[in-house]
């Protein structure tokens, strides 16, 4: 074990390899981007490992450690309040009365604003006589970026000064400042100390601020552009508690640009804007708002490519990957501030306007989003015309090697192992490019505007050609491969990519109930969500990033994916899946956990370094949800259309706060799946049964 300064046991910084990425799966999480926090599960936030205030990717405080001099500190409650709020409770047994109760307790509460952390102490006494108490608050700052403290390599201590009622620490890129009320009887360099006496009904509390200058990247995104009114009733008290969890990180992971506000990916390493990412989540949030997916477009075309430059996989037309403040050197990779490594956001954009359209987005902010859509498409065209494919190759030599959401190096793989060669095809961006080539033609269309020369063939030939190509094994056992290698070979893996095929159109009708047979085998469903490779697979492992975890967003997609194209008892399986294991995370899912079948154990494990809260996963049971209601929205024809009855997988439960447009609607699932679907009188829309 390693020991503090104070010669206390700490638990939660064990030894591991040089270099090793810090672990994150139990710390306490905090998020208001562009600020985060993360402490230990005991509320201390200790020097090593990731814990931290953090700040437009600058650690800003490394160390928040509280004592009450004569006692150790035990902890006995702790609890995450929404996105922003934590709160511990310890008691002292060394204070107060003899005997086994506990009459010295200290309270301890945080408060995290985008560039501001409130941190409140109160020691509370029930003790029969006045105690007197020494209360300590340490606190260090390494001022390092993020991209360091992810290396898990060892940072230098910032020498803090000392100011009148607090301490202050300055640096090249950032600073902060430490005020505390009531003034502390002593302040040291790294140290704040009070006395006093506490008794019944006279407790102790201090408040220490600290602030940061505002950043220099996307400012605070906050408030929400949802309905308050957005949250969910539910039989099953699971799906209400994640579902409000989520809605909280999600506020808490708004970024704006100017006006426009998006999505961060995700805490810590993903705390900025990522197209796919940014996209898939304002995507899945449609029924919510359709301002966020609209201000999320019109962030990233305002970055739109413009010219070819591989030192960034900037292409004419091309929807970035990343933006960063700074390079982001990983050693072995680094990427440019603004970095273009992404084969499938482009079409993805295309189809996040579609589904905005089709979800009430106002007309003319569409109308103003098309010429960017154009040129998308052109980028599609323009990339697959030596193949046909829409494939991907790192040309940098230092970039991501592989450019889809499975971005890990091992992800894309034949079936007895052997690693796929770029370029590579993956079968998911072929279907998010046919369904962008068939709605964004679509789309421009209802806009009278040009078509794009030569799409609509491309998009015909590419469904044949796609069904030839990718389709491994005969008709009635086969499978979609997860790629075409650069020799033009399937990599016929079978991996959760062929759940994001269903609702793109690109299957053909004999191929579609095949797909979700695939996906509702046990060998892909863990009961918890949708594998991200089979577990029959000889490179199968439950703790792979992308070789045997689920990842919440995925399965979401899978379930949307299920559901359009008819199978939405299958669906409320896997949303009911996602519900499950979010009770075993405190209702705060996580970008993937550990790929353990349901029928072993109570809840999967901890993948230990999953980011959390991460936006495609806080969506995603969102997007799951509604999907498995059957209600589907064409806003332009102004009609809502449901089934009579879903599935009752997951129970009763209503869904408060959707809009088509500015619209609000309630969807209501009865407890024999019966569905009602409510809008005002007057709003000029049509709700069928269908």
């Excluded at 949708?530 to 199968?540: G, H, K, M, N």
Aim: proline share 6%.
């Amino acid at each position: 074990m390693l020991r503090d300064d104070r010669g206390m046991t700490d638990v939660f910084h064990a030894p591991g390899r040089p270099g090793l990425q810090p672990l994150l799966h139990d710390l306490a999480s905090c998020v208001a981007a562009p600020g985060l926090l993360l402490a230990d599960p005991d509320g201390q936030v200790r020097r090593g490992g990731v814990s931290g205030w953090i700040v437009d990717d600058v650690r800003l405080l490394d160390r928040s450690e509280v004592s009450l001099e004569g006692t150790g500190l035990e902890l006995v409650r702790s609890a995450t309040r929404g996105a922003r709020r934590q709160e511990f409770g310890y008691v002292a047994r060394g204070l107060g009365d003899p005997g086994q109760d506990p009459t010295v307790v200290l309270e301890r509460v945080r408060e995290l604003e985008p560039t501001r952390l409130v941190e409140t102490l109160t020691v509370h006494s029930a003790a029969l006589h006045p105690v007197e108490v020494v209360l300590h608050l340490d606190l260090g700052s390494d001022l390092a970026p993020l991209a360091t403290v992810r290396l898990g390599l060892d940072t230098e201590a910032a020498e803090p000064t000392v100011t009148g009622a607090g301490l202050c620490w300055r640096g090249p890129e950032r600073s902060v400042d430490v005020a505390a009320s009531p003034a502390p009887a002593s302040v040291q360099p790294g140290r704040l100390t009070w006395r006093g006496t506490v008794a019944r009904g006279e407790p102790l509390t201090v408040t220490v601020t600290a602030t940061s200058p505002e950043p220099t990247g996307f400012a605070p995104g906050s408030p929400a552009p949802w309905a308050a009114d957005a949250r969910v009733e539910a039989d099953d008290v699971r799906v209400a508690r994640t579902v409000a969890q989520s809605l909280a990180d999600l506020e808490g992971l708004l970024l704006r640009d100017g006006d426009n506000r998006f999505l961060a990916a995700g805490s810590p390493w993903y705390f900025t804007l990522f197209g796919r990412d940014s996209l898939w989540a304002a995507r899945m949030l449609l029924p919510l708002s359709t301002d966020l997916a609209l201000s999320t477009l019109r962030v990233l075309a305002a970055r739109q490519g413009t010219r070819d430059d591989p030192s960034t996989e900037e292409q004419p037309g091309k929807i970035l990957h990343e933006v960063r403040n700074v390079e982001l050197d990983l050693g072995e990779m680094t990427l440019p501030p603004v970095y273009y490594g992404t084969v499938d956001a482009t079409p993805l954009w295309v189809c996040t306007l579609a589904d905005a359209a089709a979800w009430g987005a106002d007309p003319e902010q569409v109308r103003a989003l098309l010429p960017a859509a154009r040129r998308c498409l052109e980028w599609v065209l323009a990339q697959s015309a030596e193949s046909g494919w829409l494939r991907y190759v790192d040309h940098t030599g230092h970039g991501l090697a592989n450019q889809g959401w499975k971005d890990s190096a091992d992800a894309v793989q034949f079936a007895d192992g052997r690693l796929a060669e770029a370029p590579i095809a993956l079968c998911e961006v072929q279907a998010y490019a046919y369904e962008a080539a068939v709605r964004g033609a679509a789309l421009l269309a209802s806009y009278g505007e040009a078509e794009v020369p030569g799409l609509a063939a491309w998009a015909a030939d590419l469904r044949e050609r796609f069904d030839a190509a990718f389709w491994a094994g005969d008709d009635t056992t086969g499978h979609v491969a997860i790629a075409l290698d650069g020799h033009g070979a399937p990599a016929d893996s079978v991996t959760s990519n062929l759940g994001h095929l269903l609702g793109t159109g690109l299957l053909l009708d004999g191929r579609v109930r095949r797909v979700a047979e695939v996906l509702a085998a046990d060998d892909l469903d863990s009961g918890f969500g949708i594998r991200t490779l089979s577990s029959r697979s000889p490179r199968f492992s439950r703790l792979s990033y992308h070789c045997g975890t689920v990842w919440p967003h995925d399965t979401a997609i899978a379930a949307a994916g299920l559901a359009a194209e008819g199978f939405v008892d299958q669906a409320a399986r896997l949303a009911r899946g996602l519900v499950v294991a979010a009770e075993g995370v405190d209702y705060r899912l996580p970008e993937l956990f550990g790929g353990d079948a349901a029928a072993d154990v109570p809840f999967p494990t901890a993948y230990p370094a999953s980011c959390r809260p991460q936006a495609w996963s806080a969506a995603g049971v969102l997007a799951a949800l509604v999907a498995t209601t059957g209600v589907r929205v064409d806003a332009p024809g102004r009609t809502i259309t449901h089934p009579a009855r879903t599935s009752t997988a997951l129970g009763a439960f209503t869904l408060h706060g959707l809009r088509i447009g500015d619209v609000p609607m309630r969807v209501e699932v009865a407890v024999d799946g019966a569905v009602t679907v409510t809008v005002p009188e007057g709003a000029g829309l049509t709700v069928r049964v269908g």
